[in-house]
């Protein structure tokens, strides 16, 4: 079965950091695509960071460009979110999101599978 979990959310101040983590299984981690998307309330999704499975192709919301970085640990199946110099605008649930295939637009709004998500908030 198809599994994304989400992890590593919290309170933080702006300026601070925090790191995401996205345990992935049931599927073929290498062919897939992992992203992080966020939503604001009656807003739509928005893609934040996404990365190949591989770890070739990474894409960044412009937003977040210089402050965030994505990777993976394949021997894990995990993908992460390294959030530095956190601003309040940031705060959001994060959702972790994968493409099992490969077969959407990179980063888009249209993945096969969703996770639960995790709270960040940045106070000021």
């Known amino acids: 079965e198809v599994q994304l979990q989400a992890s590593g959310g919290g309170l933080v101040q702006a300026g601070g950091s925090l790191r995401l983590s996205c345990v992935a299984s049931g599927f073929t981690f290498d062919d897939s695509v992992i992203g992080w998307f966020r939503q604001a309330p009656g807003k739509e999704r928005e893609g934040v960071s996404c990365?190949?499975?591989?770890?070739?192709?990474?894409y960044y919301a412009d937003s977040v460009k210089g402050r965030f970085t994505i990777s993976t640990d394949n021997a894990k199946n995990t993908v992460y979110l390294e959030m530095n110099s956190l601003k309040p605008e940031d705060t959001y649930v994060y959702y972790c999101?994968?493409?099992?295939?490969?077969?959407?637009?990179?980063?888009?709004?249209?993945?096969?599978?969703w996770g639960q998500g995790t709270q960040v908030t940045v106070s000021s």
């Open positions: 990365i190949s499975g591989a770890g070739g192709t990474t």
């Open positions: 999101a994968a493409d099992l295939t490969g077969r959407y637009p990179f980063c888009s709004r249209e993945y096969d599978y």
